[in-house]
C-alpha cells in the first residue's frame, strides 16, 4: 500500500498563476482533507471531504477549491495564486467508522508563489 | 472542539523518558486526546489516543488525568529519531471530521 500519495513534490509559481494539486489514497478511505502549514506553525485545514460527492469549507478556505474526484482522489486548486499561499500544502484521509478517527498524512508538497 | 496548549519547546536525554505535557481544561465529554507527531516537515504521524483510559501501544502511553482536562504523553526511552514537533489534539465523533492542530512541543532529543 502507497498510502495517502501527492503530485507534485515541489512547485514554484508566478503571481496569478493556476495549478491544482492532486491527492490520492489506496486505504479505501471516505474522507480526505487539505492542510497547509506556514512555517513554525501547525497545520491549518482548507477543506474536507467527509466521503465521495460531499465537501466542505475549513478555517482557511479562501483562495482555494477542491475536487472530489471519486473516492480515492481529492484535489485542490488556487486558480490564481498569491505569494501568501507560499506554504507545505498536505493532503490527508481516514475512515468514518463512528469512533474515535485517525488521519493518515501525505508527504506534503512545496509551494511557492513569486 | 476543545482548545489545547502545550510547551513549544522540550529538551530530554537520549535513553530517558520523554514527558510530554499537554492541557485542555475544556475539554467534554465525548471529545478524545488523540497525539500526532511531525518530524522535520514530513507528514504528521498518528502515535496514540484515549478518552479517558491510560492508553499504551509500541510508540508511547497516553496518561489522561482523571478530571480528563490534561493529559501526558510519554515517550519511554527517547532516540534521536524521536526529535520532532508533537501536537496534542483534542476532538470529537460526532458532526464534522476535522482536526485542528496548534504549534506542538518540538522535542529535541540530546545524544
Known amino acids: 500500500n502507497a498510502g495517502v500519495t501527492q503530485t507534485p513534490k515541489f512547485q514554484v509559481l508566478k503571481t496569478g498563476q493556476s495549478m491544482t494539486l492532486q491527492c490520492a489514497q489506496d486505504?479505501?478511505?471516505?474522507?480526505m482533507y487539505w492542510y497547509r502549514q506556514d512555517p513554525g506553525m501547525g497545520l491549518r485545514l482548507i477543506y474536507y471531504?467527509?466521503?465521495?460527492?460531499?465537501?466542505d469549507k475549513g478555517e482557511v478556505p479562501n483562495g482555494y477549491n477542491v475536487s472530489r474526484l471519486n473516492k480515492r482522489e481529492f484535489s485542490l486548486r488556487l486558480e490564481s495564486a498569491a505569494p501568501s499561499q507560499t506554504s507545505v500544502y498536505f493532503c490527508?484521509?481516514?475512515?468514518?467508522?463512528?469512533?474515535?478517527?485517525?488521519?493518515?498524512f501525505g508527504p506534503g508538497t512545496r509551494l511557492t508563489v513569486l | 472542539d476543545a482548545k489545547t496548549t502545550q510547551p513549544p519547546s522540550m529538551d530530554c536525554a537520549e535513553g530517558r523518558a520523554a514527558n510530554l505535557p499537554c492541557n485542555h481544561s475544556?475539554?467534554?465529554?465525548?471529545?478524545?486526546v488523540y497525539w500526532y507527531r511531525q518530524i522535520h516537515s514530513q507528514g504528521p504521524q498518528y502515535i496514540i489516543h484515549?478518552?479517558?483510559n491510560n492508553e499504551t501501544n509500541e510508540m508511547a502511553s497516553l496518561i489522561i488525568t482523571e478530571d480528563r482536562k490534561s493529559s501526558t504523553l510519554i515517550l519511554p526511552h527517547a532516540t534521536l529519531r524521536d526529535t520532532a514537533v508533537y501536537y496534542c489534539?483534542?476532538?470529537?465523533?460526532?458532526?464534522?471530521?476535522?482536526?485542528?492542530f496548534g504549534t506542538g512541543t518540538r522535542l529535541k532529543v540530546l545524544a
Open positions: 471531504s467527509a466521503s465521495e460527492g460531499t465537501t
Open positions: 489534539i483534542v476532538r470529537g465523533t460526532l458532526g464534522t471530521y476535522k482536526y485542528i
Open positions: 486505504m479505501n478511505h471516505n474522507s
Open positions: 484515549g478518552l479517558k
Open positions: 490527508a484521509s481516514s475512515e468514518w467508522t463512528g469512533g474515535p478517527v485517525e488521519q493518515f
Open positions: 475544556t475539554i467534554s465529554g465525548n471529545e478524545y
